[in-house]
């Protein structure tokens, strides 16, 4: 089992995403990945977040833990022996926005950040699908408390 984290980054009605080729197919997803040992949880948003969008985040508060259990979902053929448990927080970039996707050091299939709308989120790319309409309540309701959300994949 490992502890990951990722950045929910919306402006202006807009969600920000890593976009990526894998299990052989395109797909958008929230920047983030595994916390290294001796990281505490925000400073682990934060190196993710320089390295797959090119800039420091703003890391507020802990939003939802979910988890992902590859036997349980559709690359299972890929990851049935992965148990990741993912802590997802709320981020604000900085007010450069022209900044945004220079100097990355990209996963090996990262192909580039794409900003999403919100009202689009449901027709997009985005990864995990079973997490659209808990971004979606999000946006709109805004305040939550940190919320387990469960196994999503």
């Known amino acids: 089992m490992r ?3 990722q950045a929910i980054i919306i402006n202006e009605g807009k969600l920000l995403t890593v976009k990526k080729y894998d299990y052989n197919k395109f797909m958008n997803i929230l920047p983030g990945g595994g916390q290294e040992p001796g ?3 925000k400073e682990a948003v ?3 977040c320089r390295e797959e969008i090119g800039v420091k985040v703003e ?3 802990l939003l939802f833990v979910s988890e992902y259990i590859g036997k349980n979902h559709e690359h299972a053929r890929w ?3 992965t148990h990741v448990v993912v802590h997802l927080f709320s981020c604000t970039v900085p007010s450069d926005l022209n900044k ?3 100097n ?3 996963d090996p299939d990262q192909i580039g950040i794409e900003w999403i709308p919100m009202k689009e989120l449901s027709n997009s790319d985005f990864y995990p699908k079973a997490m659209i309409p808990i971004l979606l309540k999000y946006e709109t309701e805004g305040d939550v408390i940190a919320t387990y959300v469960g196994d999503m994949g």
């Open 100 to 102: 945004l996707g220079k």
């Open 3 to 5: 502890s990951s984290v």
């Open 39 to 41: 990281e505490t949880l």
């Open 59 to 61: 890391v507020n508060e």
């Open 104 to 106: 990355i050091e990209p």
């Open 46 to 48: 934060n190196r993710e």
């Open 79 to 81: 990851d049935s022996e």
